[in-house]
Structure formats: C-alpha cells, structure tokens
C-alpha cells in the first residue's frame, strides 16, 4: 500500500510559512476525513501521521490466521489489491493474522490497516491488539485498544521493537475482513531504561484525547476530545465524545455525552473534594458538567455567570473552585473570576477578581487570558503564576480581590508553557512562547516559592536553570520522588504544525543545593509525535500516560492514542520492574488539615514519602496536580506516621496518592483523602 503520507506531511510541514489566518479557519471549521484512491478503490484516509519510518515491501511474506472464509485467504490483506480481502470466519473469541516478515529482524514501528470499503460495518474491528515476535514463539505486545467503527484507515503507530513476526488480532463475533495491511520499520533506539526509562505499549483511541483526568476511585483515565472524534468547531455542538482506558482491564470503552448537552472542548477542568470531575465552559461557553467517578455518569451543573472558552480553574482551600479568563468562548476580555459551590450547585462572580491583571502581550486580545496557571493555596486565595509574566492573587471572599505578586525572575509572557506544585509551595514553571503561536518558544525555567498572600515577601522567584530543548505546547507530570517528567512540544508553536518537534522527553530533579534549584536530565527519545492538544497523566502505579495531540479534522496530525512512560526509577536494567515497597494499610484514609496518618508498609522505607493530588489535563494545564513531600516518622515495626500540612489549601481538599519510596523506588499508590472540614 503506497499512501501520499509524506506528501501531506511535507505539506503541514510548509505550515510556517502559510498565512497562519488561513491555517486556523482550516481546524475551526473542522473536515471531515479525507478520501484518497488506494490500489483501484476510495478510501476513506481519516487524517493521522503514520508511523515513524518507512513502509516495509510485501515480498517474501507468509500469513497465518485462525480462519479464512471462502477464497478470501490471508495473503489477500496484502496482496496490493483492494478489491480484494482477507474475511476470517464469524464466530469464535479472537481473530487474528500473524505475518512472518521473513529471516531478518526488523525495528517495526507500526501497522496501517485498511478496512474493506462499504458494507454494513460488521467485519470493522474496534477492539485489537498488536504484538511482536522474534522466533514466532514468545510475543510482546506493543499496541491494543479500541478504533472507531467506520471504514476509514486504522493505525497503531508504538516505540520500534525487533521482530520478524506481526500478529493483529481481535475479539469479533462476525468475522474480520481487511483489505490491505502495511507494516512500517524505523531505525532502533537502543534501551537504557534504568538510566532514560521506557516506552510502551501505546494504548489506541477512538477519539483525540485532547483532554481527560484520572478516576481516583478507579484508577480510570476518563478522556474526551469534542463534539467530534477527530474535530472540532467554533460553534455549539451540545455533546461529547468520551473514552475511558482502565488500566486494570486494559481496555479501552467508548461513549457519546449528550444529556448534559455540553461539548466539552477547550474547558477548565477540576476534581472536587470527592474526586467529581467538574467540566466548566469550552465550546458550549456557559455549561457545567459533572462526572460522578462513583456512579461513572455525566450530570448537568449550575451554569456559569460568563461563557468561557481556555478558562483556567482551581479548588479553593474551602472547597469551592475558582475560575477565571477563557476569552476563546462568549467574547474576548472582561472574564473576571467567579467562584462555584459543589454542595449547593451555584455559581457567584467576583468582580473584583480582575482578569486584566494576567493579560499576556499576545496580540490577539481572545488569547492574552488563555490557560492560567492556577494554584488553589490557603484562606480561600489562588497563586496565579503565568502564563503572563506578572504574577497575582486572587482572592475569593466577598467580591473578590486581585493583588500583584512580582515577575518571574527572568522570564516573559510563556504562553502554552507549564507551571508544577513539585513540592509543597514550591512551583516550577517552564517553556511557552510570547505569543500563543507562530513564536519561538523558550527553555526558561523558574522556581516560585509561595507563603502567606498577606505577607510582603509572599512570593519568591529564581531562574531555575534551563530545559535542554525550548518548548510550546508541551505537558508534563510531577513524580514521586519529586522530578518533574516533561514531554513533547514544539520549538516554535504552530497549531495543528509538526514541524520543530521535540522528541526527547526531559526530567527536571529537584536540588535544593544548586543555585538553579536543580537540574535538567534527558529521557528515552519517543517516536510519536505530541504537540498541539497532548497531554500527560500521573498514574496510580507511578507511571505516566501521554497521548493526544491534533483533532483538526483533515489536517494530517491527529493522534488518536496514548502511551506509557515507565520512568528509571521502576526499571532495572534489563528493562525488568524493580522490587518495589508495598502499603499495607492506611488510616485514617480521610483526614483533614493537620491531622496524623498512619502508614503500615511491608518492610522499612524512606523517611521521605509523597502525596500527590490526582490530576486533571487539557491545552497544557493542570492545575488539579501538586505534590506534597511529607516525613515519615517511626511508630513500630514498619509502621510510620505523617502529617498533613496544616494549613488549609496547602494540601487542596481532595483526593491524593500516597506513594512510599525504598531506595528511591515508588511503592504503588493508596488513596488518601484530604477533607475541608
């Protein structure tokens, strides 16, 4: 199969140099999937980067499957002709194609699939699994999840792996049929994953994660993109497209939101004192929506007092969430901050709470309030600390309060950069760009340490040394053990552009002795492309899930998949898990500020421990993650105590993960509960 992939490519790529006007009238109207002309027949082309690297040639390939139905054989998926297909038998739990590549091994990067075209649907496959192998005997699976049902391409693109052997199997009771099946190879990125880490397996979509949050009763990552799976528009659609990945059953479930009548593209997101995920503004300005993660169901809120697009929100130390800026939706300026009560779903605005004070230069006025950084901190005040390079408090009593706080030490406007509590009153914010897009972005770092708003040295800045790559439109988690893991982005940030990508991930470690306040270490260079529209995720096991990036409709860089990144410290060096410590029990496993936590564990640890809020993520931003180091002191054999700050709104109410390290090594997280009174 030779599809014209790098021909759109190398066109997006041109996206520099295009007016960027004709560009955003491109995405904000939104296209449905290409079409282009496959070995005879129409396809539908459904706009995604290909794998990384270049198609393998068919000759010399042999096929095995579980069935075959009539003259359809397996060699007929890839035998260069469309009108032709492999159709298995219906019937059975899983089918699958294993195609043996022949006597060399070869770094295999990914695998296109093409549908037989037209029909009712019944041979499309959803759910799949792709895995590797060297001697056909032992396999390692390296992609699974669910695509959307239609005939368009499917795609698993994953960090190269050497095989000989390709098997892509699914459970349908109707039969599999595919018309054509592309294998691509790139070059090999040698392991070293006790010093980078590791990638894999990538967990695929059946929409653009764009944006999602993390299920604490679950362990869930509930993820949506627009009204559209692959698009989205300007205008009020009234639903979403949602999909939800458990890691426990490593599946992947698909689902269209419209009884809250709400898309949910390009809101604020926060997780409530009881881990709801409240859905505040985007496309459809005005909406709140409320995901019960104990029900695992959609509710309609109270809807705000202003429609609001790339707002910003954070959870207050009495448990009210506080939401300012998002221009992008219901007119540009004037969003001054407003507050929402969860217990009695109202809203009230805050007048004084002014939204002018973290106006960035940018010079388009619907973007100068997009995606604050906001930390919720104590007496009901917010630490507003970018993106603009003035830094402010907000206060929430009465009508609101705005207070200036100073400049970052050395930095400027940073637009799409990101901001991360990594310890407690400790934030460290990093890249962005002057501009929300077509600037060069920075590698700036800076470290923001915040006491008490009504004190005068109230915020302290210092430049925090420097990322090894400067980056726009990137994400990033705060670990366990206190690092900062950094991924993706752009040098200079196009929307929807693939140009000047960033690779390789990048670990800021904490060091309290340096001048810098730490230092910059590289990772495992990745092979999937995430920019404009990713995202990262703390899961509860302590690694990473990041994925997304696009949903432009026919604009060739949608990523309809996530991945992991299991960080070095749970990594020997063979690539193995290392030994970890395990929590035995917890109590009480609700507490409020101040009070005493009783860890057991099974055998001694660290005398340093973390609590990490569950995170909440879209277009950069996730002001819902904070970590909190705390002290573990001995209370008998391997049994410790610790406690919560005690200070309401140092530990935001809410749910935490409570990780315990030996050696440095993460145990696997238990729940914590911080209550506001």
Known sequence: MKLEWHTWVFLLGAARARDIAQLERSYIEGKTPDRTNIHGINVATLSQTPPEGQEIPTDGWTAVCTSASGDHECNKAFDANDSTYWLSESGGDVQSITIHLGDEQKAISGIIVVPVQGGDGSNWIEQHEVSLSTDGEKWERVAYGTWWPDESLKLAAFQPRKAKHVRLSAPTPKGIAIADLSIYEDRYITPDPSNLGAWGPTINFPLVPVS?????????????????????????????????????????????????????????????????????????????????????????????????????????????????????????????????????????????????????????????????????????????????????WYGSSDTGSTKGAGKRTGDQDAMCGNAVMYDNGKILTFGGSPWYEDQNATANANIITIGKPDEQASVISQAGGGMHSARTFHSSVVLPDGSVFVNGGQSFGVPFGQDDVQMTPELFIPDSSKDNGGSWKELQTNTIIRVYHSLSLLLQDGTVFTGGGGLCGNCTSNHFDGQIFTPPYLLNDDGSLRDRPKIEDVSPKSAKAGASVTVTTDGPVDTQASIIRYGSTTHTVNTDQRRIGVELKSAGDNKYTFDIPSEAGQAQPGYYMLFVLKDGVPSHSVNVQVTSA
């Open 212 to 392: 999602a949050a993390v299920d604490a009763h679950s362990g869930e990552v509930v993820a949506w993109s627009a009204w559209g799976y692959d698009q989205f528009t300007a205008g009020k659609a009234g639903k979403t497209q949602t999909a939800t990945w458990s890691p426990t059953n490593q599946s992947v479930a698909r689902r269209t939101i419209t009884d809250t009548h709400h898309d949910m593209f390009c809101s604020g997101i926060s997780l409530d004192e009881n881990s709801k995920i409240i859905v505040t503004g985007g496309a459809d300005g005005g909406m709140t929506s409320i995901y019960n993660t104990t029900v695992r169901d959609w509710f309609s809120g109270e809807e705000m007092e202003l429609d609001r697009g790339y707002l910003a929100s954070a959870i207050l130390s009495d448990g009210r969430m506080f939401v300012i800026g998002g221009s992008w939706s219901g007119g540009a300026g004037g969003k001054n901050g407003e507050v929402y009560d969860p217990k009695t779903n109202e809203w009230e605005m805050l007048d004084e709470a002014k939204v002018s004070a973290m106006y960035t230069k940018d010079r388009r006025t619907y973007r100068r309030d997009n995606h604050g950084w906001l930390f919720g901190w104590t007496d009901g005040y917010t630490f507003q600390a970018g993106p603009s390079e003035a830094m402010n």
